[in-house]
């Protein structure tokens, strides 16, 4: 199980559900800015956030997709998802 999910995660993931040339850089330059800046529009996050749950076995529900509209509130919530799944599975 994927312990910790990161910046080139975030862009292969993206990427793959928008293609390479129409999505911008995600870099830790670019973590605050909003997803629409960069070429992802909400239905657009919902792929993302799809392919996420079914490779990484996480649950993102709808609300968590509406507030993480930047990639940084994106990997923290899949790495917080990580987290609770990690903890689970060392029964604490």
Known sequence: MQQHFDIA???QVVASCVGVTDVGVISVET?????ADLGVDSLARYEVATRLQDTLTVTISDDDIERATTPRLM???VNERLSGLAQQGSGT
């Open 75 to 77: 990997l923290a919530l």
């Open 9 to 11: 995660d975030l862009q």
């Open 31 to 35: 973590l605050d800015e909003s997803f």
